[in-house]
């Protein structure tokens, strides 16, 4: 997990002047990707949802970026037997924005993986994961995997001793155990930004210099790989990356088959339906 953590550290700016040029700015990334769930929810953190396929799709997530959830992976782990769960979140990030953002607190936000290991799309298992402390000095705390107190869009905190707590930017846990990081990463996600808008035009935003392009649709497929552009290059991303044994995740190997997904929860104000 470490290995991978240097790979993919967060992109920086060499001067003062490296911020990630206008085309990459905030409030141009509703992009499409694998299915996101919403959910509002707190105190006893029930909830009231929204359901998302794309990255900052609803007002409420574009105006606090901590409720996104970018992209969700799961693939592998360098060590045989051994899984990697990804979570993003906030982006985009310019390098020059990336010393300042921080994950929700703890009071405002609970991010959670949530796994299905019986074929029913109803999460069995959930990591969960709640931050405290400014920017830059947070403490994340994990507990999970654990089977959750309920299932669907009403969430509540898991009791118990957490599996893991320490500070974000470092890798936590052991390597033959549960390891977490929790911090900035280089935003693997690639899109050329500027052709998806060709093609779709009514996701396109309305400031900045994608606003520009036509409101009719100007364009039927991608550019050529060799043509394309990454719009989402030297952007960053907050990731929540979990290792574990895949055993943990498929009852010691007898479910085989799961499905992974996260969610963000927002605590309900008091005396809010």
């Known amino acids: 997990m470490s290995d991978q953590m240097d790979l993919d550290r967060p992109a920086r700016a060499p ?22 769930l919403v959910a509002a929810v707190g105190g006893a953190l029930a909830a009231r949802s929204s359901v998302a396929s794309d990255h900052q799709d609803t007002p409420e997530v574009e105006l606090d970026p901590r409720l996104d959830v970018n992209d969700v992976y799961a693939f592998p782990a360098a060590t045989p037997g051994r899984i990697a769960l990804v979570l993003g979140t906030s982006s985009p990030i310019t390098p020059a924005q990336t010393s300042t953002r921080a994950f929700g607190n703890r009071q405002e936000v609970l991010y959670q993986l949530k796994v299905d290991n019986t074929g029913d799309a109803v999460e069995d298992l ?41 500070r974000t930017n470092a890798v936590l846990g052991s390597a033959d155990g549960i390891q977490l990081f929790a911090g900035p990463r280089d935003d693997p996600f690639f899109i050329d930004l500027e052709q998806f808008f060709r093609i779709i035009p009514d996701r396109k935003p309305e400031g900045g210099p ?29 990731a929540i990356v979990i290792e574990l044994p895949t055993a943990m995740l498929t009852d010691g190997g007898a479910r085989p088959r799961f499905g992974v997904w996260g969610t963000t929860s927002r605590a309900r104000k008091p005396g809010a339906r």
């Open 15 to 36: 001067t003062p002047r490296a911020a990630a040029p206008a085309p990459r700015r905030a409030g141009t990334r509703r992009l499409l990707a694998a299915a996101v």
């Open 210 to 238: 994608l606003a520009q392009l036509p409101e009719d649709p100007s364009a039927a497929s991608f550019r050529a790989p060799g043509d394309a552009v990454d719009f989402l290059r030297g952007i960053n991303d907050l």
């Open 126 to 166: 959930v990591f969960q994961l709640t931050f405290t402390g400014p920017a830059h000095n947070q403490t994340v705390t994990l507990h999970g995997p654990v089977a959750p107190n309920g299932t669907g869009t009403s969430n509540t905190l898991v009791r118990g001793k957490p599996t893991l707590v320490g």
